[in-house]
């Protein structure tokens, strides 16, 4: 069999140690009838390549939600593989369920959690609020995460899914330019997650309010910063488990003892934080293992599982992802360009009313 996950060891490591167990012989973590070889694509790759079409080349794929709305015609969904008893028995971080659930079927099972939070070096505070962000912002060294999709998915994350709306829009952008201009070293706030992360693990900066966090960095990571008033503002992240439709007859059994397997509780718990995994079951966010990998934080899931159960879904529909793109790239270059709040808002409107 064939499958397909990111190329970070968040996604590949725990799944390349099952399959080294599998070729072993005796896996501890229980048998299945073949075992899947796994290719990566870049982190990336989830915007970029179709799951439709890398559904005529793979068996099992690992996806971010906003890609189902144009693939669901090449997947099978869960319903067709497990029993209703077998699917309500599954528990998961957040709403990472409900976020591969469209059209009235499930399409994927959650297989990684994560959702925006703050991230910092050990010893350093972030506020819990947006105006308290700003002010520490003013006496530290503090970065923003706008690199790819992330000016957009910043965006959504601040006015809490509105973000469509005048007042929480103008409000947010107003916010990220203030931020942007107190960021030391504008460059770092033009990546990735990763690249940000990689930026405070070196002493470059010192927090950022805002990002997806991964377990394996040994810095502190604690709720979203929210507004008065409103829980912590995220958008959802994550991985879940397709199944594509090319050989299903021939592979059923095989998709089904792996996608049960890879939910179990003792790999979620115990073979995904010792590989450098970020799992998704909820009894992991909500009675925290500790941390058996060389890095991983303490008390990363306890201290950001309010986030991760406020965090917003973000739509799926055909398009989405190149609308994404289009709209972060809008709003990045708005920000360094130093255009107003208003009128970045209304060309960020006037893109999602002509997709």
């Known amino acids: 069999m064939r499958g397909l996950t990111w190329d970070h060891p968040r996604g590949y490591a725990p799944l390349d140690e099952l399959t080294r167990?599998?070729?072993?012989?005796?896996?501890?973590?229980?048998?299945?009838?073949?075992?899947?070889?796994?290719?990566?694509?870049?982190?990336?790759?989830?915007?970029?390549?179709?799951?439709?079409?890398?559904?005529?080349?793979?068996?099992?794929?690992?996806?971010?939600?906003?890609?189902?709305?144009?693939?669901?015609?090449?997947?099978?969904?869960?319903?067709?593989?497990?029993?209703?008893?077998?699917?309500?028995?599954?528990?998961?971080?957040?709403?990472?369920?409900?976020?591969?659930?469209?059209?009235?079927?499930?399409?994927?099972?959650?297989?990684?959690?994560?959702?925006?939070v703050a991230a910092a070096r050990p010893g350093v505070a972030v506020p819990g609020s947006w105006p308290e962000v700003v002010a520490a912002a003013r006496a530290s060294r503090m970065a923003l995460c706008l690199g790819g999709p992330h000016a957009f998915l910043m965006f959504c994350a601040v006015t809490c899914g509105d973000f469509l709306d005048e007042a929480a829009g103008e409000r947010a952008l107003e916010l990220m330019a203030e931020l942007l201009a107190l960021a030391p070293d504008r460059a770092i706030s033009l990546r990735n997650p990763i690249g940000v992360l990689d930026a405070m693990a070196a002493g470059e900066i010192d927090w950022c309010p805002l990002l997806y966090g991964y377990v394996t960095y040994p810095l502190a990571f604690t709720d979203a910063p929210a507004w008065p008033g409103r829980a912590p503002g995220s958008v959802l992240g994550g991985t879940g488990l397709v199944v594509s439709r090319r050989r299903i007859g021939e592979v059923r059994d095989a998709v089904r003892a792996h996608l049960l397997r890879l939910t179990s509780e003792p790999v979620q718990r115990t073979l995904f934080p010792a590989t450098g995994g970020q799992p998704a079951a909820l009894s992991v966010w909500a009675d925290e293992p500790a941390p058996t990998a060389a890095g991983d934080t303490p008390g990363f899931y306890r201290n950001t599982r309010a986030t991760m159960e406020a965090a917003w879904i973000r739509p799926r529909f055909p398009g989405y992802i190149a609308l994404q793109e289009r709209s972060s790239a809008l709003i990045r270059d708005g920000l360094l360009a130093g255009t107003p709040a208003r009128d970045l808002l209304e060309n960020l409107r006037e893109e999602w009313r002509t997709p």
Request: net charge negative.
């Open 21 to 116: 167990l599998d070729l072993a012989g005796a896996n501890p973590y229980g048998a299945v009838p073949e075992p899947i070889m796994w290719d990566r694509q870049p982190l990336e790759g989830f915007e970029s390549e179709p799951i439709a079409r890398l559904c005529e080349t793979y068996d099992v794929m690992v996806i971010d939600h906003p890609g189902l709305g144009a693939a669901t015609g090449a997947l099978v969904p869960m319903e067709e593989l497990f029993a209703p008893e077998e699917l309500a028995g599954l528990r998961f971080a957040g709403r990472s369920y409900e976020s591969y659930h469209l059209d009235g079927r499930q399409w994927a099972l959650p297989l990684d959690a994560a959702t925006q």
